[in-house]
């Protein structure tokens, strides 16, 4: 490999502020940074004493550098953060979290829906949050359709139907799709909803107060009962939620770094309310200090997830970083409104931040605790199979039914248990249904034929199963390329097929070895061979239930893909589709009358 000639590209390099990317020999990102002075920063790197070990390994494997010229500081900033999202950099500080956060959707429709929702924002609408768990999503919708009479029905649900379901009898719905509510005081009951999801519960109370006294003035005491109750229940839960303090929106932010571990807690309050917490453990070079750890979560946690909703006007911080003024210029930037960050906080805020510092510490002490258990079933499977160290394992299961939908999974386990951004599933094709054997050849292949990143080859691949798919396996590794080279283990269940009575074969089957049930190295063999099967299964059922929904559709003359597609999208499924009378199925776009009838008598014949 040739050596990176930083001298050559120094010279050319500006003084103006922007963002770095360094890359490796494979043109993989390996960090991205920022600067004021990009000459002057990116200089620093190759001083002939770097003091960290972190900076000494970063630069060895430098074989290029790209910059991006930013017009101010904090352009780089954002700029910055939204590429560390995108790369996930490996001697970045990374904010590990598997989900997107999960939010509120108000819908865009004649009787808007209250729903969950996590990913992209498609679906029109207005969208409240986030919320730091799907539970506290969970709790609010379930409070406020006690409070507000909003539907959270599915909409192939809500269009089906002929008459009031359940919750309008249980009071927890208007029935807007029966009409036994008008679209004006469906619509004011949307209203105080969006007021209640932006922190105004105050407003909406006062509102209801005015509803109740004019409902009383008119002699509506019916009426004037249901504001009354909506009145009650409101300041129930404001009692149930409220925060002994002053401040209607803040951040605070714990963190705590112990034997190489840290923790960053996040104390979300909004509308003077406890809204929830959450602690994040980010991956963390070695190295890596305080001040960089924490700048580093502050710009992910805020910038990259771009969601201007999550950020607080008043963010405390557990200490000062180098960098508070830029963030908290960048992050007002983002906002549109002014953003401070605390440091040397004071009474309540003092209070808050040794609360999130105490939920950092605790966190942490019970994820060094769940390690050290981990940590021990590493020691003893590398002791029982002879290994040095193990950093990956994989391991594969097929699943199919008869023959039909085969799907091979294959997971992934490194240091710290189940990496799931690293499953994967493969449908399996091109070979004699029921032949497992062939299915593992085909699983294998997809995973490993155009493999060159030796860092992804696991040190222990585990094969569900005999002798016969681990032969299998053993014959597709005779042409391996790589110099390093996996262990391949068979894991064959006894005869009686009882956990803990697990086999495992070594060189076809040549040597075996039967560890105790009560061995943690077992323990993690049979979590990672369990999680092989889950995940097979899964696909396979998805799989199958794909094909069922689809060959019903497809034996209808006329019904191709396009006119398949719309039935299922428009109707909600295979079970909406059947459900729908003629007039509902003649209203899916590309369906005529008399198509309409022709799906209708079909699906009915059928059943």
């Given at each position: 490999?040739?050596?990176?000639d930083h001298k050559s590209f120094l010279k050319t390099l500006t003084t103006e502020p922007g963002v770095y990317r360094m890359y490796d020999k494979e043109h993989q990102v390996i960090y991205v940074g920022k600067a004021k002075n990009l000459k002057k ?567």
């Amino acid at each position: 490999m040739a050596v990176f000639d930083h001298k050559s590209f120094l010279k050319t390099l500006t003084t103006e502020p922007g963002v770095y990317r360094m890359y490796d020999k494979e043109h993989q990102v390996i960090y991205v940074g920022k600067a004021k002075n990009l000459k002057k920063r990116v200089s620093s790197y190759f001083r002939s004493n770097i003091p960290d070990s972190k900076t000494q390994v970063l630069v060895s494997n430098i074989a290029n550098i790209e910059v991006t010229l930013t017009n101010t500081e904090t352009e780089a900033l954002l700029l910055e953060n939204n590429l560390i999202k995108k790369y996930q950099p490996r001697y970045n500080i990374l904010l590990r979290d598997d989900k997107s956060y999960p939010y509120i959707l108000l819908t865009d429709h004649r009787h808007p829906r209250l729903a969950f929702h996590r990913g992209a924002r498609k679906q029109k609408g207005e969208y409240f949050g986030p919320f730091p768990s799907s539970a506290a999503v969970s709790e609010s919708l379930r409070l406020m359709q006690k409070i507000f009479p909003v539907r959270q029905c599915e909409d192939a649900y809500y269009r089906a139907r002929s008459r009031p379901c359940l919750q309008h009898q249980l009071k927890r719905c208007s029935a807007p799709c029966v009409e036994k509510v008008s679209d004006d005081e469906y619509s004011n009951q949307v209203d105080l909803v969006r007021q209640f999801l932006s922190g105004k519960s105050h407003l909406v109370i006062e509102a209801l107060v005015a509803k109740m006294e004019q409902a009383s003035l008119s002699l509506n005491f019916e009426e004037a009962a249901k504001f009354r109750d909506q009145i009650a229940l409101l300041r129930q839960m404001q009692e149930q939620q409220s925060v002994a303090g002053n401040f209607a929106e803040m951040d605070v932010i714990g963190f705590v770094q112990h034997n190489g571990l840290c923790a960053v807690h996040m104390l979300m309050i909004r509308d003077h309310k406890i809204l929830g917490s959450k602690t994040y453990f980010p991956k963390v070079p070695k190295d890596s200090n305080d001040d960089e750890i924490l700048t580093s979560f502050i710009g992910q946690y805020y910038i990259s997830n771009g969601s201007n909703a999550r950020i607080a006007s008043d963010i405390v911080l557990p200490f000062d970083v180098a960098e508070r003024t830029e963030l908290a210029a960048g992050l007002t930037q983002l906002a549109k409104r002014k953003v401070q960050l605390r440091v040397n906080v004071r009474a309540e805020r003092a209070q808050y931040l040794a609360l999130a510092n105490k939920n950092a510490h605790n966190s942490i002490m019970v994820k060094q605790s769940a390690q050290d258990a981990i940590s021990k079933r590493y020691a003893l499977l590398k002791e029982a199979v002879g290994l040095t160290d193990i950093d990956r394992m994989e391991c594969f299961d097929i699943s199919h039914t008869m023959g039909e939908n085969t799907v091979a999974s294959c997971v992934v386990f490194d240091g710290q248990g189940p990496n799931t951004r690293e499953y994967r599933r493969y449908n399996v094709t091109g070979i004699t249904p029921g032949d497992d054997y062939a299915a593992m050849d085909f699983a294998l292949n997809k995973r490993y034929a155009k493999i060159t990143d030796e860092q992804k080859v696991p040190d222990i691949i585990f094969i569900d199963g005999g002798k016969g798919q681990l032969a299998r396996a053993e014959a597709f590794f005779e042409d391996w390329q790589l110099e390093k080279m996996p262990m391949l283990i068979g894991v064959a269940k006894g005869t009686s097929r009882k956990p803990g009575l697990e086999t495992l074969l070594f060189d076809g089957g040549r040597k075996t070895i039967n560890l105790e049930s009560d061995s943690p190295a077992l323990h993690l063999i049979q979590h990672i061979r369990d999680e092989s099967h889950r995940f097979a299964i899964a696909g396979h059922r998805n799989k199958r239930q794909k094909q069922r929904t689809q060959s019903v559709l497809e034996e209808i003359a006329g019904v191709g893909s396009k006119r398949r597609q719309a039935l299922l999208k428009y109707l909600g499924g295979l079970q909406g589709v059947k459900s729908a009378n003629l007039q509902q199925l003649g209203q899916v776009p590309g369906i005529s009358p008399e198509l309409a009838e022709k799906i209708f008598n079909h699906l009915h014949d059928k059943a």
